[in-house]
């Protein structure tokens, strides 16, 4: 009985040791899908190291009706160049608003075809998101580099491989104002101007109807970085500005 009871307690232990492990390994990794400045493979910006006052104003998802034009407008007003991480169905959807953001000269990015999570999927499945996704963005008349960035910016193994073996670069974001929660525009762009600091990449969703509030903060967020001496760039101007 004490030798079988001393097995038991045994078992349990290397059980449990076992458990711990498992556990501690999936928070890794889970914490690792998320980073905005790791990944297993390949290149990943958030921001570039610079002392030049330069920043890179991004908005995901879309395009849709409700948000790309005005959008559009504020930036002419101001004669700041953005980047567009768009959605391949959205562009499939709505290829005038599509063309309409390559014609102002902005760059266009890719954010996957579905922005499903791309965690967890084939090779095979990351391929066809992001070479649909690629051909759909040159439809569109835009011809420079595409670049790539996650949906919700999750990535582990086969997104991160996908892209180091075809030498495309994730990019991510150092100020995010608007991705938790719903903020009003003032929050927005107080948040906005504290948080950016040269060689920024900030990442903004202004496309759908409910964002109506980033629509109204992106012409303050440009005006008030202006008067700290702020110059807006692509994100591929960005890049080229790294020491």
Do not use: C
């Amino acid at each position: 009985m004490i030798l079988n009871s001393r097995r038991a307690r045994k078992r349990a232990i290397v059980v449990a040791s076992v458990l711990v492990v498992v556990l501690a390994a999936a928070f890794t990794l889970f914490e690792v899908s998320k980073s905005r400045t790791f990944q297993f493979f390949g290149s990943l910006v958030d921001r570039v190291d610079t002392t030049e006052k330069i920043v890179a104003i991004t908005f995901d998802d879309g395009p849709a009706p409700a948000g790309t034009q005005a959008i559009l407008d504020t930036l002419r007003s101001r004669e700041v160049p953005a980047t567009f991480f768009l959605i391949g169905r959205e562009i499939a959807a709505h290829p005038g608003l599509a063309h309409d953001i390559a014609a102002a000269g902005h760059e266009i990015g890719n954010h996957s075809f579905s922005h499903d999570r791309m965690i967890g999927v084939t090779p095979a499945w990351v391929a066809d998101e992001v070479e649909a996704t690629d051909a759909l963005i040159r439809t569109t008349g835009y011809t420079g580099e595409i670049l790539f960035r996650p949906p919700n910016g999750k990535k582990l193994f086969a997104l991160p491989h996908y892209l180091a073996e075809h030498h495309r670069t994730t990019i991510t974001w150092d100020v995010a104002p608007d991705s938790d929660g719903a903020p009003d525009a003032a929050t927005i762009t107080s948040a906005t101007v504290d948080q950016v600091r040269p060689g920024s990449i900030v990442l903004l969703h202004g496309m759908y109807p409910a964002r109506e509030e980033t629509r109204a903060a992106i012409g303050p967020v440009i005006d008030r970085l202006k008067q700290r001496g702020y110059r807006f760039v692509t994100v591929s101007q960005l890049l080229a500005a790294r020491h």
